[in-house]
């Protein structure tokens, strides 16, 4: 398991989804159907062609929701509560990632482009949400996304973080970009699932051949935090 230097590290900031579990987790898919269900009705198109243009928003706007608005001008509240109103069951939470976010030193924060809400829910759901010192979701960012650069500002400009003593877990490895020319250290979660039904430049990755901005990766974020000195 590879470890960079982290000492000079005390901020620690975590993607939600694909990243504080598992994407090997059929989890997200519930999600990604409730998103093509919401635009099927909304653009009044079959699925199959809301499908196509739900995957190239996600693709030029950085989430499917943020092209929902700058195309459309939608309202986003509608669609967020639609799309994250979803089973939890199947999230089995893993009492080793309390265990190892308990103990890690320095302030944790989780910054998504999902909603507050969803935020709550997942990290109640896993047993974590009271551990984090803050939330960063998509209403705290102007539902401007990661990989936009300005969200990572407002993210640290929010919350006073120093981007050399940061650093950035994600599962989207284009997610990562910006953080690293800032000066974040970088983690990329990897998923054994087959995402290729994903755009290419959005899907979780694999771990093979990772890009020179990921400076370390894993498939097991539980084991990766509890095997740090
Ligand atoms: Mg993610």
Sequence with gaps: MEHADLSHIDNWIFDLDNTLYSGDVNFFAQIDKKMTAFMSQYLSLPPSEARVIQKEYLVEYGTTLSGLMAVHNMDPSEYLHFVHDIDLGILIPDPRLHTALSSLTGRKFIFTNGSRQHAKNVGEHLGIYGLFDGVFAIEDIDYIPKPKKSAYVQFINAFNVDPMSA??????????????????????????????????????????????????HTHDLPSWLLALE
Aim: without cysteine.
């Design 167 to 216: 650093i950035m877990v994600e599962d989207s490895v284009r997610n990562l970009e910006a953080p690293k020319a800032m000066g974040m250290s970088t983690l990329l979660i990897t998923s054994q699932k087959d995402w290729s039904h994903e755009p290419e430049a959005s899907r979780p990755h694999d771990g093979i051949n990772v890009p020179d901005h990921v400076d370390m």
